[in-house]
């Protein structure tokens, strides 16, 4: 036998599983809705996601070298002087990183397929098919031709409205909105973000989270996102982030405006039989930075590894059990990063004191140098106890100076 696995979502998750799949010559079938799909996304990815997907040179846009965190005050501070020569923050379109990434995956086997999958029939004997009810878009017209397809394992990559999720029963989880406009700036003001990136907090901008201004190949990214989800609330929150970065966005103009919602945390169940959630489906988001490109990709590699490892490169069926191993394998890797994400998150994002504690601890060299090891590289550094100690107290120190602490 042959394995079968569909995956069910073609952005960088889906991609990056389908791609593992195929190597290992398994029957792999990629559903992508939009082909030419843009999500609404700050689009910064960390230095290793460049190697360890193997990314070229030109999918980066920019090589974000500084950044400026800006408080509620106004109070700017430059971060990013730790940084290497050779370090720096990747920032990319998403629809040039995700068609680089699903065309790669074709070309090496995988079957595209331009579709929409509407229901996913579950199987009543273990060892039974799943059967994916589709419309295929590739024949033209408004609603496309709807098919059905047979395969052995459903890979999640859906997103955070994921049918697969729901098809499962796979629970329900909080999300955020991102909402971001791309604007095209004259080229003076164009020049000032050329390796430059900045974030802005205060309640005008976001109440439980940041704003950001990030560069573009020809454009620049301004955003905002929130828990407290709400039409009205996203777009004062949006003219915040216009109002504070007014002077350095003069001239521009509007060329794209975009909203997504964003998990908030895992979902409840991430496998289910032989169906499993990969990245913002299974809500690999995390808090504090919003971080989820990385994140998304990885999940989905591990997910499409553990397949492969547990059904000796497709000549076997995968059970739930095999499958699970991949979330034990995740959680075991990455818990201690979301989890410590969530507490900085829910610590500094409180109120405008708090905020202004965050920016200003983030003024200290051994802050930075924890801060870019960790995002860059992707492992919690280990500074020494005289280093970390040196941090607690100046986090403490910056908490009490803003009366942060107070309830």
Known sequence: MVLRVAVVGGGPAGSSAAEILVKAGIETYLFERKLDNAKPCGGAIPLCMVDEFDLPPEIIDRRVRKMKMISPSNIEVNIGQTLKDDEYIGMCRREVLDGFLRERAEKLGTKVINGTVYKLDIPSKESDPYTLHYADHSVGGTTGEMKTLKVDVVIGADGANSRIAK??????????????????????KMAYYDELAEMYVGDDVSPDFYAWVFPKYDHVAVGTGTMKVNKARIKDLQAGIRTRAAKKLEGGEIIKVEAHPIPEHPRP????????????????????????????????????ETIVATSNNGQRIPTEADLKTYIKEWDKRYGITYLVLDILQRVFYRTDATREAFVEMCSDIDVQKLTFDSYLYKTVVPANPLVQMKITAKTIGSLLRGNALAP
């Open 167 to 188: 098809a499962i029963d796979a629970g329900d989880y909080n999300y955020a909105i991102a909402f971001q406009e791309r604007i095209r700036l004259p080229e003076d």
């Open 269 to 304: 169940r991430r496998v289910v039989g032989r169906v499993a959630l990969v990245g913002d489906a299974a809500g690999t988001v995390t808090k504090s930075s919003g971080e989820g490109i990385y994140f998304a990709a990885k999940s989905a590699r591990m997910c499409a």
